[in-house]
């Protein structure tokens, strides 16, 4: 489908400056950002009202169906929060679970305005198709370890082969849960696999100071980017979530690697880890992404609030009130995340994917107008959001969802899920 959306302010890139006029869509694509051209005949033309266009946000850290987790585990520190509540619900979840957990967790994506997801959870085939119910960008990520009752490597041979090459909007990544849940033999032989097939590879990393310290016992005093850079798990680079712990030297070194750090901010308050060294990471020319985790630890998978918090937690632990402007914020969430899962968006240009987001500017908390780029970092919601484009398809538009399954049966199946999944686990 051809779709023309027109009579709006285009902010092309986080650091670009803001235009007017209008953008052309054909199929899945961006093929046109600016001026009216006549020749281009839509199927469809939508009047923005002068409000904002703007590249779609990519969340690169998610556990999409832990949306099924919301409110079950909170007020506990990670490791009671993993082991006591979250390892236990997931002992009992199905295929099925997964699939409406995903859906619920997608609703809240397009409302909020993101197109694009790294996901890291169980039953991938079930999330590729929520995913592709509503058009989004999705990176699978293996998240398996020693507590996997299958074989690693053929879990990831197999998945891998599948979803390379399924197409432009799907990537899979192979890679583990994280240090702590894993045994030296499963990262050495998932770093084996990532160098035999050239592949990027995900983890958790440095979440906490607990896992530093552990890590450095086990290893004769090696961090976790020390330790698995040691058994060649980051050669072809990768992406690591978290890294609220990681010194100069860590940084250094997961920089030479290679590696995109995947800042969860929300999440890392929540459960009291901490704050990543973000400034640092971009001191040292890192380009870190945005992510939310999952909703059984943020609670919610805004990337406005995650924007605030990559920005204003910096200002703190610098104390400069200069340190991370907006407009690195933006690129964090937008271009930074798009690039570090290897997609073609994150920028609203010709030849990119036709991942959109219509903004409101018409509401109080967007006014005066006096910096946009600051007000959307730091002033906007998700409630400000107005229509989702993914892959050149509407679907989220003020108030109407178009993602495959209609809203209420996804609440009425994710609250009988959640039941059944406490009982079998035998919480209240």
Known sequence: MKLRLYNALLLCGAEMPLKEGELRIDGDTIVGV???????????????????????????????????????????????????????????????????????????????????????????????AAAKNANLCLALCCGANSYSDYDIIEFLQKNYLKYSTMC????????????????????????????????????????????????????????????????GFFDNGGLTAHCTYTDKDDIALLKQCGVSPVINGGSNLKLASGVAPVAAMLAAGMQPALGTDGTASNNAASMFREMYLYSC?????????????????????????????????????????????????????MHPASDLRKNLVFSADTSNVLMTVAGGKIVYDRGKYDIGEPLGTIYEQCEKRKRRLCRQAAFV
């Open 168 to 231: 432009d909007r799907v990537r899979y990544f192979p890679g583990l849960h994280a240090e702590y849940t894993c045994e030296e033999k499963e990262i050495a032989a998932v770093a084996d696999f990532a160098a035999e097939s050239g592949a990027r590879t995900y983890i958790h990393l440095s979440e906490t100071l607990k896992e530093v310290g552990e890590c450095t016992v086990r290893h004769g005093g090696l961090t976790p980017p020390q330790y698995l850079h040691k058994l």
């Open 313 to 365: 937690l910096q200002k703190e632990s610098m104390k400069d009130a200069a340190a991370v402007p907006a407009e690195q914020a933006l690129r964090a969430a937008t271009e930074s995340g798009y690039s570090a899962l290897g997609f073609n968006g994150g920028r609203l240009e010709a030849g990119k994917f036709a991942d959109i987001v219509l903004v409101d500017l018409s509401s109080p908390n």
């Open 34 to 128: 600016g001026q009216p051209d006549p020749s281009f005949r839509a199927d469809r033309e939508v009047d923005c009202g002068k409000n904002l266009l703007m590249s779609g946000f990519c969340n690169a850290h998610a556990h999409a169906a832990m949306s099924l987790f919301r409110g079950i585990a909170d007020d506990l520190p990670l490791d009671k929060w993993l082991f006591d509540r979250v390892f236990p619900l997931e002992a009992h979840l199905t295929e099925e679970d997964v699939y409406w957990g995903t859906m619920l967790q997608i609703a809240e994506f397009v409302r909020g305005g993101v197109t694009c997801f790294a996901d890291m959870y169980f039953f991938v085939d079930a999330v590729c």
